[in-house]
């Protein structure tokens, strides 16, 4: 039924953590995803079992999951600064702390920037900082790595480099990948069409293989394709299109795999319920012939 399609989007936990659900209810989601405390702050106040007790409660009168939580913005594990790695370091084991403490089975994890120190130096420390963490950090919490759009040294934009990370991961069963399709798209893969989202999805099933993939991230792409700019769109009113999305939310290998939109906010939720009524009706369409476009939309994310 095109109701039990498994979407959701990003909710504001202000107020505590447990309001992020009301607001979901409102939206009509049935997944989302939260911040465990300010993403624009290192420190965070203590939770309580007061915390714990009513997110816990608010989550069983929603029915709302799974929960994912996404990393503060601040964190670079990449980072070749000893001082910014060990801050990003201590930052992330607290979320990780966090997310088991609430019940929140996943933390999702940009790889960070190597800021001129190469890539493989990056990727080294990315899992380094991953390793120290989950030893650190008891099961059952998971990391999932996202894709990125490769603005200046930001590592993720390109498969082969998350394939990289996850290889130097001793605890492999911790650890996937949250794909967005924006940032995907402005890295340069081409998951406009049924043909390019297919070509896509294979090239990750080869290099690393879809049942790592635990979250999507549901964006449209302000800016072209290959563009490395971070911009969201509205789904279906940006570059990539709705095809991408009909592809995704009827690709059935997906059906148990959260959907997150990440898309613009107003100052109420009815963008989110607009982009969520705009999945639902895409369950059950057939993909669709879409017209080629004399931009140059042939670049991969090599």
């Not at 936990?13 to 995803?33: E, K, P």
């Not at 994890?109 to 900082?129: C, D, M, N, Q, S």
């Not at 449209?220 to 279906?236: A, T, Y």
Request: with cysteine; hydrophobic share 35%; charged share 25%.
């Amino acid at each position: 039924m095109k109701g039990e399609l498994l979407v959701g989007a990003h909710m504001s936990i202000a107020g505590g953590i447990h309001q992020a659900f009301a607001r979901g209810l409102q939206a009509g989601c049935r997944t989302l995803q939260i911040f465990l405390k300010n993403s624009n702050q290192w420190r965070a106040k203590a939770l309580t079992d007061q915390d714990a007790g009513s997110y816990a409660e608010a989550q069983r009168r929603s029915g709302i999951a799974p929960v994912l939580a996404h990393s503060s913005y601040l964190i670079n594990l990449a980072s070749p600064e000893a001082t910014l790695h060990r801050r990003s370091l201590a930052a992330f084991v607290e979320e990780l702390e966090r997310a088991n403490f609430l019940g929140v089975p996943a933390v999702i994890l940009h790889p960070g920037a190597h800021r001129g120190a190469g890539e493989k130096a990056g990727i080294e420390a990315v899992a380094r900082g991953i390793n120290q963490a989950l030893d650190q950090v008891p099961p059952p919490v998971m990391i999932l790595i996202e894709t990125t759009a490769g603005q200046g040294t930001t590592l993720g934009h390109r498969f082969e480099q998350l394939e990289d990370i996850l290889e130097r991961v001793r605890d492999s069963g911790r650890v996937g990948c949250c794909l967005d399709t924006c940032h995907m798209f402005a890295a340069g893969y081409d998951i406009g069409s049924e043909a390019g989202y297919r070509d896509t999805l294979r090239q990750f099933d080869r290099l690393i293989g879809c049942e790592k993939i635990h979250a999507f991230h549901l964006n449209d792409c302000l800016k072209p394709l290959g563009s490395r700019v971070d911009r969201h769109m509205h789904i279906g009113q940006g570059q990539i299109g709705l095809e991408a999305f009909r592809c995704l939310v009827n690709d059935r290998r997906f059906s148990a795999v959260p959907k997150i939109l990440e898309t613009p906010k107003g100052d109420d939720l009815q963008h989110d319920l607009m982009n969520l009524r705009t999945l639902r009706g895409l369950v059950g369409e057939s993909p669709r012939r879409k017209q080629s476009k004399p931009s140059g939309r042939t670049r991969k994310g090599h």
